[in-house]
């Protein structure tokens, strides 16, 4: 009886074995179709028709994905995520700017697309120089703090009047805008504000976007332009 049973147990185990040779047969042969895929050069056509019968038997409801070709430059252009809001923000930087008595007489105006505090380059500079005046380095730094917590993205943009410049440390006003403007930005940068910033020089000639104060005391100025859209490294950002 007992060899019977064993005798049974054998024929069992032998008609099992077959299934481990399969099984490695197939291994072989799925290493020998990825050796034959990683050597071929693949027809998209052939491969998405594959990849869909694929798709549609294992995963049925799963959207379907059209890809279409671009001819148009505009539509691979991608809008930027919104910040928070202006109106917000221009309350919040209005209240900012009179706890800081260094920037007594600065403005706060909402413009489309954005927020511009525009500081008098007076308040700032020396007359037609970069050397700060007492107090702005630290009120720029306690300044920064609120910067750091919004995300829009910001813009720095130094303005000067018509004047020629005669110290002969800056060659124009170009030169003389932009270098203020990339120090006001060095600084807030400095305090702990490690978002890009957007460095920009107008000289005299102004600018549509932000140019909208007419008063002559503003001519020589320095305008943080807090845009309506989230921060993304651009072209002209330096910090």
Do not use: C
Not at 2 to 7: I, P, S, T
Not at 19 to 36: E, G, H, Q, Y
Not at 77 to 106: D, I, W
Request: glycine content about 6%.
């Amino acid at each position: 009886m007992f060899r019977n049973d064993q005798r049974i147990a054998t024929t069992k185990q032998d008609g099992a074995a077959w299934m481990l040779t399969f099984a490695d047969l197939l291994s072989l042969l799925l290493t020998f179709f990825v050796l034959l895929f990683s050597m071929s050069s693949v027809r998209f056509e052939s491969w998405k028709a594959v990849v869909d019968t694929m798709t549609y038997e294992f995963n049925p409801s799963r959207p379907k994905v059209v890809i279409e070709e671009i001819t148009d430059v505009e539509q691979i252009k991608t809008r930027k995520g919104k910040g928070l809001n202006l109106n917000y923000l221009q309350v919040l930087f209005e209240r900012a700017m009179v706890k800081q008595a260094v920037f007594e007489g600065s403005r706060v105006t909402r413009v489309q697309g954005g927020v511009v505090i525009s500081i008098p380059a007076s308040l700032l500079f020396v007359r037609k120089d970069t050397i700060l005046q007492p107090g702005v380095e630290k009120a720029l730094k306690q300044m920064a703090g609120t910067f750091v917590q919004i995300d829009n993205h910001i813009k720095v943009a130094g303005h000067t009047d018509s004047a020629p410049i005669i110290n002969g440390r800056y060659r124009s006003n170009w030169e003389l805008s932009m270098v203020r403007a990339r120090i006001v930005a060095g600084m807030m940068s400095d305090a702990g504000y490690t978002e890009p910033i957007t460095v920009l020089g107008y000289a005299d000639t102004g600018n549509a976007e932000t140019d909208t104060i007419a008063d002559m005391a503003f001519d020589e100025r320095v305008d943080i332009i807090i845009v309506a859209e989230s921060r993304e490294k651009g072209l002209y950002d330096l910090f």
